[in-house]
């Protein structure tokens, strides 16, 4: 290790001294400097055992300040062929490099010195020579693993021994230790010896680009979004390793796709890769690209096919939504979710009774995602035509909610989310309209209407009404053992039906009009020629009115279902 092994060129002492430069992160802190300690020996062989001890105490005391410091530690590299040559190259250079410092920057080599450079590179050369002949038999062998994993850390670039590739590493590392150690023998012999060109910098790996995206991404992607996209590329750097961006071809990302569409855990559908997962994937390749740390074409370009599915297969990798029958609803409205002085209710859930109560009923009135009514503000009640509206959007005019302060935003999935529809009546008449006229009092005009729904703050991925969205999943699929398919979306699912049940001959609703109160971009294809649709015109005008769409949701029929109460006297009600 010529950089850690050296004689003081005063003269004054043949010892060999050990020196060791701190990790960067360490650099500048008190106490910490460069290490230099004598082994007390001028046999370079002795020199070397007593050095590595003093090496490794060193090391260790620093990796505990490392630990305290918090310092972000530098995944290991994947070996590949490039990766390895890379690794050497900048080993011989570095060699060359100390040569040409203390040859031509520095005193020079006095005789003593110039000795010793002699004794260190013809030891080197016997250790390697040895490597090679004997391999793991060696006695050398502990030792080089020991400089080899030192030298990567050393560059950034630290590997692990159980890469299949690491064997030949070792061989390659022997070979251009003999190589550099022969060149300085030359050079001390009076041969010019060239040092070779600085290698140039690895190409950065597939997990440099998780941030840089993570930035990108979130400005213009809900939470959720953000975390699922997050997720595919995490999952790409656990099937390949965390290779080097130019690395990757089209046929790394085929065999990565179909590997997770025939995985034996929650394996991906059809859809979900061809979709998503390939947009994804192209999405990072580019910001890459454009960021300089992707030299080449995009490699999701090479995808000239994808990895298929039977019709079967497809099938038994998507998720089923099921809308809740009419004796699921009852059985939910009169379960231990109605019941205040339940006990299991504890957290959040225990203490937000509003939520509790509102959400479902919201739900199952007005067919929205779950989320929309978990991010409602009092501001976002109002009236119009008279009449109660309730205003499903992500913006608010004026002042912002509480929940931004914690980093949380509203979101709406399209602009068609976006909506001002009537209250549903029968919200009206269980004292919705007087359970905001509360929450605004208590906390102001744009008080959040169920405070569960805010992110505890801190949070790296902060998403509004997590709590409750988990909580009421779990409590139907297995609590109430409803079973998979069955969660907050199949409230949207019921109120679909319902509009489709409630077309009748003379009464069919108004083109558009249904996706205007379910919030839906696209008429469904099971919908097609039941409900009316409409075309560019629904990119016109005022759209419909509160007033005229009431007249329609009021056909709607819920007569078999069982709800709870009005809100206050089910509060009152410490029976329940």
Not at 388 to 396: Q, S
Request: aromatic content about 8%; glycine content about 8%; some cysteine.
């Amino acid at each position: 290790m010529p950089e850690n092994f050296y004689r003081p060129s005063h003269g004054r002492t043949l010892s060999w001294y050990v020196r060791l430069v701190p990790p960067a992160p360490l650099k500048g802190q008190p106490g910490v400097r460069e290490f230099r300690k004598s082994t007390g020996t001028s046999d370079l062989r002795r020199a070397k055992a007593i050095g590595a001890r003093l090496i490794a105490d060193k090391l260790a005391e620093w990796d505990q300040l490392l630990a305290k410091t918090k310092a972000p530690a530098t995944g290991p590299r994947i070996l590949t062929a490039d990766l390895i040559d890379h690794i050497c190259a900048r080993r011989l250079y570095h060699w060359m490099r100390l040569d040409d410092e203390a040859r031509f920057d520095g005193d020079g080599y006095d005789d003593a010195a110039g000795a010793a450079l002699v004794q260190l590179c013809q030891v080197t050369d016997q250790s390697m020579r040895s490597v090679v002949q004997r391999g793991k038999a060696s006695p050398e062998w502990g030792n080089v693993l020991d400089v080899i994993d030192f030298w990567c850390g050393q560059i950034d670039c630290p590997v692990e021994r159980t890469d299949p590739l690491y064997p030949q590493l070792v061989r390659a590392f022997a070979e251009v230790e003999r190589d550099a150690a022969g060149r300085l023998l030359r050079r001390a012999d009076g041969e010019a010896t060239p040092t070779p060109a600085k290698p140039a910098a690895a190409g950065a790996t597939l997990s440099a680009m998780t941030e840089p995206y993570r930035d990108y991404k979130k400005r213009n992607a809900g939470a959720k979004y953000l975390s699922t996209s997050q997720n595919i590329w995490s999952r790409l750097i656990e099937h390949l390793g965390d290779v080097p961006l130019a690395a990757v071809k089209g046929a790394d990302l085929y065999d990565f796709l179909e590997a997770r569409m025939r995985a034996t855990e929650r394996p991906w559908s059809m859809k979900h890769a061809h979709g998503l997962v390939k947009r994804t994937l192209r999405e990072v390749f580019s910001l890459a690209r454009t960021r300089g740390l992707l030299v080449g074409g995009n490699p999701v370009d090479d995808l000239e096919i994808m990895p298929q599915l039977t019709a079967a297969e497809e099938r038994s990798r998507m998720k089923p939504r099921h809308p809740f029958t009419d004796t699921q609803l009852t059985t939910v409205f009169t379960s231990d979710w109605y019941r205040v002085g339940t006990v299991r209710w504890r957290g959040k859930m225990g203490k937000d009774l509003g939520a509790r109560y509102w959400v479902p009923l919201v739900c199952l009135f007005h067919g929205n995602r779950v989320r929309e009514v978990l991010q409602l503000v009092a501001s976002d009640i109002g009236c119009a035509e008279t009449i109660p509206v309730v205003h499903f959007r992500a913006e608010l005019a004026g002042e912002q909610a509480d929940l931004l302060a914690v980093g949380a935003a509203r979101s709406v999935k399209n602009v068609a989310t976006e909506r001002v529809v009537p209250l549903h009546p029968t919200l009206c008449a269980l004292g919705f309209v007087e359970f905001v006229q509360q929450r605004r009092q208590a906390d102001g005009e744009h008080a959040m209407l169920f405070p569960s729904s805010i992110p505890a703050p801190g949070g790296r991925a902060p998403i509004i009404g997590r709590a409750y969205e988990q909580a009421f999943l779990r409590y139907v699929r297995d609590e109430l053992a409803f079973g998979r398919g069955f969660g907050n979306h199949s409230f949207r699912h019921q109120l679909e039906d319902r509009i489709r049940d409630a077309q009748r001959p003379g009464q069919q609703w108004p083109a558009g009009m249904a996706q205007a109160y379910t919030g839906r971009k696209r008429l469904r294809s099971q919908d097609v020629g039941r409900i009316e649709q409409e075309g560019s015109e629904a990119d016109y005008g005022r759209g419909y009115g509160p007033t005229l769409m009431l007249e329609y949701v009021k056909t709607l029929s819920f007569d078999k279902v069982t709800l709870p109460p009005p809100f206050a006297a089910w509060l009152a009600d410490s029976n329940l």
